[in-house]
C-alpha cells in the first residue's frame, strides 16, 4: 500500500520566515502529487498539483514545490511567509492510471502557525 | 453557496448510540466520498460513490453504512457507536474518475463525532 509521510508535524515561524514542508511517499509507480491547504475553521482546498512535466509547480499565494523522483519527495515552499499562511497543509498521493484510481492517500499534515 | 455541505458540524453522542451525518454537494459531480481523519490526523478514504454505485469500501466497521440517496448526496450512518469512531468525518466530491479527479476534489468542512 502506499503512504505519504510529512514530518515536523508542528511549525511555528515569524512573518517573512522561509517555509519547507517536506512530502515522500512509498508508491513505485507513476503518481499524481498534490498539496492541500486547510485554513481554520474552513474546508481543504487544492494548493497545488504535479501530474507530468516540470518538476516544479507553482500554485496559488506564492506557493511552489517540486518532485523529485528519485527521492519519492513533493516538498512544498513558499520564500516569505505571510500571518494569514497559518493552516495546516497536507500531502496527498494518488496513482496514475487511465482507469482513475480514487485512494488518494493524504499525509499526516503540517500544522503551520505565522506569528505576526 | 457551498459547494460541499455536511451537517451537523459537531456531533457529540454516548457511546451505543446511532447517528448520521449527511452531506450534500451542487455542483453537478458523480462521485462522492467519505474520509476519516483520526487522531493522529491521517485523512484514510472510507466510501465512494459514484452516480449512486459504492466503487469504494475501505476496511471499514459494518456500523458505518453509507447510503446515496441520489448522486447529490451521500449520507453516512453510524450504528453502535464506540469511543474509537471519535474523529473528524470529511465529505468530497469530484465530478468523475478521470486523472485529473485529485485536483477536482471539494471537500466538505468537516463534522466533529466526540463519542463520550
Known amino acids: 500500500a502506499q503512504s505519504v509521510s510529512q514530518h515536523n508535524h508542528h511549525v511555528i515561524l515569524s512573518e517573512a520566515a522561509s517555509l519547507e514542508l517536506g512530502c515522500n511517499y512509498s508508491y513505485g509507480g507513476t503518481v499524481n502529487l498534490f498539496w492541500y491547504v486547510q485554513y481554520p475553521g474552513q474546508h481543504l482546498q487544492l494548493l497545488l498539483k504535479?501530474?507530468?512535466?516540470?518538476?516544479l509547480v507553482k500554485g496559488i499565494k506564492g506557493f511552489e514545490a517540486e518532485f523529485i523522483k528519485s527521492k519519492f519527495s513533493f516538498n512544498l515552499r513558499k520564500p516569505s511567509v505571510q500571518w494569514s499562511d497559518t493552516a495546516e497543509y497536507f500531502c496527498a498521493v494518488s496513482r496514475s492510471s487511465a482507469y482513475g484510481n480514487n485512494r488518494l492517500a493524504f499525509g499526516k499534515g503540517n500544522q503551520v502557525v505565522v506569528i505576526p | 453557496d457551498t459547494a460541499v455541505s455536511q451537517t451537523p458540524k459537531y456531533l457529540v453522542t454516548q457511546m451505543g448510540n446511532d447517528k448520521s451525518i449527511k452531506c450534500e454537494q451542487n455542483l453537478g459531480h458523480d462521485t462522492m466520498y467519505w474520509y476519516k481523519q483520526d487522531s493522529k490526523k491521517f485523512l484514510k478514504i472510507m466510501f465512494s460513490y459514484n452516480n449512486k454505485e459504492l466503487i469504494i469500501n475501505e476496511t471499514v466497521p459494518n456500523r458505518f453504512s453509507p447510503k446515496s440517496p441520489d448522486k447529490a448526496h451521500l449520507n453516512l450512518h453510524i450504528n453502535s457507536l464506540e469511543l474509537g469512531d471519535s474523529a473528524v468525518y470529511f465529505c468530497a466530491s469530484s465530478p468523475d474518475r478521470s486523472r485529473s479527479w485529485g485536483e477536482k476534489l471539494f471537500f466538505g468542512s468537516g463534522t466533529q463525532l466526540s463519542v463520550l
Open positions: 504535479y501530474f507530468s512535466g516540470d518538476p
